[in-house]
């Protein structure tokens, strides 16, 4: 079935301004705000593999990381935001709106790296909700892309945690650090999003946590059940 779309009209960019959430807070990245304590987050050893996929990193020093932040801070596409612990007020990891194509419809959420501190969290997940119902939800984008290193077996496990669809591999696609890069392509599209918005929300909401921070129940049990 073909659907038309004479009444489509090109989508904002998502705004350089925060985006609130009820765990986190994504802020426009600023080196004066949150390059310190972005750096201190990733300084420790707990994930010595942090940086294996990402074409920038690791720093050798808190000048070099700043002088990258503020590079990244200067940026339109990426727009890059500090994902900020809403409890601690501290940037835990970043994220980017990047490859943007408002007159399609289509936006990629890309650069996100998450510290030890923010992996396996809800904070994590809250932050990527948040990117996904700014642009398929209040802007309107037909499809919201993600991509990595088809090697990054992490990423692309969470690509399909939060909703993602893997569509295939360009191969040979970049050359990164060095070395050979497959790209492995995920989407979400929009008529995808209102089913993929209620798992994620009732995932996060507080009543799934119990009193020590366990899941009641976990996301790929509330989408089978959906």
Known sequence: MV?????????????REPIA???????P???????????????????PTLWDYLPYG?????????????????????LSFAIVDQAT???????AFMRMDPQNGVIEIGSIW????LQRTTLASEAIFLMQAKTLGELGYRRLEWKCDNANERSKRAAERFGFTFEG??????????KNRDTAWFSLLDSEW????????????PSNFDEDGRQVRSLSEIREKA
């Open 3 to 15: 659907t038309s779309l004479t009444t489509w009209t090109a989508r904002q960019t998502p705004a």
């Open 21 to 27: 959430g009820n765990r986190v807070r994504l802020e």
């Open 29 to 47: 990245i600023d080196p004066a705000q949150h390059a310190t304590s972005l750096f201190a987050a990733v300084s420790c050893d707990a994930d």
């Open 58 to 78: 690791p720093f050798a020093g808190e000048d070099t990381f700043r002088k990258w932040v503020g590079e990244q801070a200067a940026s339109n596409d990426p």
């Open 89 to 95: 007020g501290e940037a835990v990891g970043m994220c």
């Open 114 to 117: 998450f510290s030890p501190a």
């Open 169 to 178: 591999i360009f191969r040979q696609h970049r050359i990164v650090k060095g």
């Open 194 to 205: 209102p089913a993929n918005e209620r798992a994620m929300r009732t995932w996060l909401d």
